[in-house]
């Protein structure tokens, strides 16, 4: 189930994610998912010393490509065209869907077209909820990618940008297979060999009989028409040298220009995302060739609110990520709500501040996606690890503007938009935050025992139900030094 | 060199105690501090919060608390972050300001900053004997980047015994309106934080941001656990001979 970029039912975010903690195998799962490959990630890093140079260059590469996107696409176009392959572009989801269905329905013979799909994991095609618009034409699509397979078949969500299971354990993997694989092995145990090979098995078959394949890509060369596509376990290797017909579905934003800024992001890439130097498969290919791979090539150009996005000099930071998920591990909300309670395909830090976004920000509602600029402290750790430098916090705080600006003028103003506006009238002057103190100390004195107030009803309790609060002091610093220090006026 | 208090608004009204800290530790080092009494808020809550014409007024009367200083103090980290890297962003549309702010912004320090690159100590003639472990708030690492500032002032205090905080860098979930909006998520990163900060078995836990201290002090409060909170400024001021000025509850 992968339902597009905004998963419908999910609550907004502090109600998804106060049933997610609740979920202790969960938080567990991710503790120690997160924390390994945080610190294999340190690790590797450090190893470079111009890793802070590489972080930089990637972030130029990338806003340089924005600026003059529309430049670049025209020119990866052309360069795939040239090579053999065929450019659509698809202005959202839905005519993206459209386009790659007709693609597969094409490839079939007369008996009505090819009935299933080999599938490389990517963003992209979950973003689209493309399975289910196959599924919707009777056609199978097949997840190949290991973790993708355990969310398939066990008919759940993806939780993680590159593991899309890290919420299960190897136990519960062995249970999926068990009771959804039809060719499961007899006597699987929870083994991480056994269920590899398990997968392998189940999708061998598969790989060798598919027609047509789908993926995603990480880049796509400029200059040379060259798409690329980087993991771990090879089935995206089968996926794209196997089928008879490739169909490629990929932002606009994983344009490149030339193929020696690969170097900065191969480098980057692989050592944020699994804490390894090189991952174990890149495959690149340029059009088709006469008898070498798939002799059908098919790029879907899929805009969906990336234009939009690109239009806000703050926000578009957000169109350079390059899907590491590094954020997602150094996260702390992440860490302790998993991916479901992001509701989107893009969870995590990148999620809070690019499903927002391509969504289409602030459009008044109450709806997940913009109470997801407020699902995090600020405590910028994932600005700290993002290899292309996007500055997550100031998006974050940006966005949260653009969500506020949306409500104001309602005819019922919301309390925190009443509380903020009643801050700014006491702090304004000095004499009216006098009075606010002595009066704020008085009621803390009144309720509280012991110089710290406990648990209080009504608008209070999300703070005090789990943390005390100081009494305020009699005298505010502010009394104490007029009180002291009558010689000066002050300003 | 003229130099001022910004005591922040929280601080004002919650935890006076740490200006008075700021104040005495300051006078020891032989520097006059003023308070300009114009001072209130730098506009932190609002901005974050996405109120950015709210926060507007109080980045003007900022800037004009503290013109003409040579160096502004305050014992925040998260403030300091938010009057250096924000007041010029809400201030650009408006040139008499932004040309106040670009004035006044960058003289303004988090105190382990001002004494550690300004002054030029690290040893501040304190002493305090107890057994102390250092939280390093988000704002002060990542939006600052104080660095080990604080602990090289730490570990120049006579008596402590400081102990090192596992899992140091990690939030401790306040993130100011976050605490209210998310209090479910914040609570979860405060169980967390407050178990490592347990394992130290230290008497007292010190920041450079009070807001972080109330939060965690707060779930240390509630749980009876004993350990108490005190904002690095208290435990600088502090000296041999009469009890000085420590910390309240948090
Ligand atoms: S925002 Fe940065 S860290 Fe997060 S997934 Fe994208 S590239 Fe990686």
Redesign the interface.
């Known amino acids: 189930m992968s339902d597009g970029l905004v998963w419908l039912g999910t609550p907004a975010?502090?109600q998804a994610?106060?049933k997610a903690?609740t979920d202790t195998q969960l938080r567990r799962n991710l503790r120690k998912a997160t924390g390994t490959i945080r610190d294999k990630r340190l690790r590797v890093s450090a190893e470079l010393d111009d890793w802070e140079q590489l972080r930089d260059s990637a972030a130029a590469l990338k806003l340089r490509t924005l600026r003059h996107l529309d430049r670049y696409l025209e020119q990866l176009e052309a360069s795939v065209t040239a090579a053999g392959g065929t450019v659509h572009w698809a202005a959202d989801a839905a005519e993206a869907n459209r386009i790659v269905v007709e693609l597969v329905k094409a490839t079939g013979g007369p008996d009505g077209g090819t009935r299933e799909v080999v599938k490389v994991k990517s963003m992209a095609t979950q973003e689209i909820g493309l399975n289910e618009a196959l599924a919707a034409e009777g056609i199978a699509a097949y997840e190949t990618d290991l973790a993708e397979l355990i969310v398939q078949l066990a008919d759940d969500r993806p939780s993680h940008i590159l593991v899309p299971a890290i919420h299960r354990n190897r136990a519960e993997i062995r249970e999926i297979f068990r009771t959804r694989m039809a060719d499961v092995p007899a006597e699987l145990t929870d083994e991480p060999r056994a269920l590899a090979e398990a997968a392998r098995l189940h999708l061998r078959e598969k790989f060798l009989r598919a027609k047509v394949a789908i993926s995603g890509a990480n880049f796509a060369v400029a200059e040379t028409g060259t798409v690329l596509v980087v993991e771990s376990e090879g089935n995206g290797r089968m996926c794209l040298t196997l089928p008879e017909t490739l169909i490629t579905v990929m932002g606009v934003e994983k344009v490149v220009p030339s193929f020696a800024d690969l170097e900065v992001f191969l480098q980057l890439l692989p050592r944020s995302a699994t804490g390894e130097r090189m991952n174990p498969y890149t495959s690149a290919w340029t059009g088709v060739h006469e008898g070498d791979g798939p002799s059908t090539f098919h790029l879907v150009l899929l805009d969906n609110g990336r234009t939009a996005t690109l239009a806000d000099q703050v926000g578009r930071q957000a169109l350079g990520c390059i899907r590491c998920s590094a954020c997602l591990n150094v996260c702390?909300?992440y860490e302790?709500?998993g991916g479901h309670a992001y509701g989107s395909v893009y969870p995590g830090p990148i999620g809070a501040i690019l499903t927002p976004q391509l969504a289409g920000v602030g459009r008044g509602s109450e709806d997940g996606a913009d109470s997801l600029?407020?699902?995090?402290?600020?405590?910028?750790?994932c600005?700290?690890a993002c290899p292309v430098k996007i500055n997550i916090p100031e998006v974050l705080?940006h966005l949260?503007?653009?969500?506020?600006?949306a409500k104001r003028g309602r005819t019922v103003p919301t309390m925190?938009?009443l509380v903020?506006?009643a801050?700014?009238q006491v702090?304004?002057?000095?004499g009216r935050?006098s009075m606010?103190?002595k009066a704020?100390a008085l009621g803390g004195r009144l309720v509280g025992r012991g110089?710290?107030i406990?648990p209080l009803p009504g608008p209070f309790h999300?703070?005090s139900?789990?943390?005390?609060?100081?009494v305020?002091?009699a005298?505010?610093?502010?009394a104490?030094?007029?009180r002291t220090?009558p010689e000066?006026?002050?300003? | 060199m003229r130099v001022a208090l910004f005591?922040t608004?929280f601080?004002?009204?919650?935890?006076?105690?740490t200006?008075?800290a700021v104040v005495s530790l300051l006078e020891r080092l032989g520097h006059q501090v003023?308070?300009?009494?114009?001072?209130?808020?730098c506009?932190q809550?609002?901005?974050?919060?996405?109120?950015?014409p709210?926060?507007l007024?109080?980045v003007r009367?900022f800037a004009?608390?503290f013109a003409g200083y040579d160096a502004v103090v305050t014992p925040s980290g998260s403030c300091a972050g938010m009057v250096r890297e924000n007041h010029p962003l809400l201030a650009a549309d408006d040139p008499g300001l932004r040309r106040a702010v670009e004035e006044v912004a960058p003289k303004v320090y988090e105190l382990s900053e001002f004494l550690v690159d300004v002054l030029g100590v690290t040893d501040v003639g304190a002493y305090y004997p107890h057994r102390v472990t250092y939280h390093p708030t988000?704002?002060s690492?990542?939006?600052l980047r104080v660095g080990d500032r604080p602990l090289r002032l730490l570990r120049a205090v006579k008596g402590i015994e400081l102990v090192e905080l596992p899992g140091a860098?990690?939030?401790c979930?306040?993130?100011?309106?976050?605490?209210?909006?998310?209090?479910?998520?914040?609570?979860?990163?405060?169980a967390?934080k407050m178990r490592q900060v347990l394992d130290t078995r230290a008497e007292v836990l010190t920041a450079g941001d009070n807001s972080c201290l109330?939060?965690i002090?707060?779930?240390l409060?509630?749980l009876r656990t004993g350990m108490r909170t005190v904002h690095l400024a208290e435990i600088l001021a502090a000296t041999e001979g009469p009890a000085s000025t420590e910390g309240?509850?948090?």
Not at chain 1, 475 to 478: C, D, I, L, N, Q
Not at chain 2, 45 to 52: E, K
Not at chain 2, 175 to 189: C, E, L, R, W, Y
């Open positions: 975010f502090p994610a106060r903690l702390p909300v302790r709500v600029p407020f699902a995090s402290t600020l405590c910028g750790a600005y700290d705080v949260r503007a653009k969500v506020v600006d925190e938009s903020m506006r801050a700014t702090l304004a002057a000095p935050l606010a103190q704020g110089g710290r406990g999300a703070w139900d789990t943390r005390d609060l100081p305020p002091p005298e505010s610093f502010r104490w030094w007029q220090h000066e006026t002050g300003r | 005591i608004c601080n004002d009204t919650l935890f006076p105690e200006g008075r003023d308070f300009p009494l114009g001072q209130t808020c506009g809550p609002q901005f974050n919060t996405g109120y950015r709210e926060a007024p109080l009367r004009g608390a988000c704002h690492l990542r939006m860098e990690e939030c979930g306040f993130g100011g309106t976050f605490a209210v909006k998310n209090p479910d998520v914040s609570a979860a990163m405060l967390d109330m939060h002090g707060g779930g409060g509630r309240g509850a948090r």
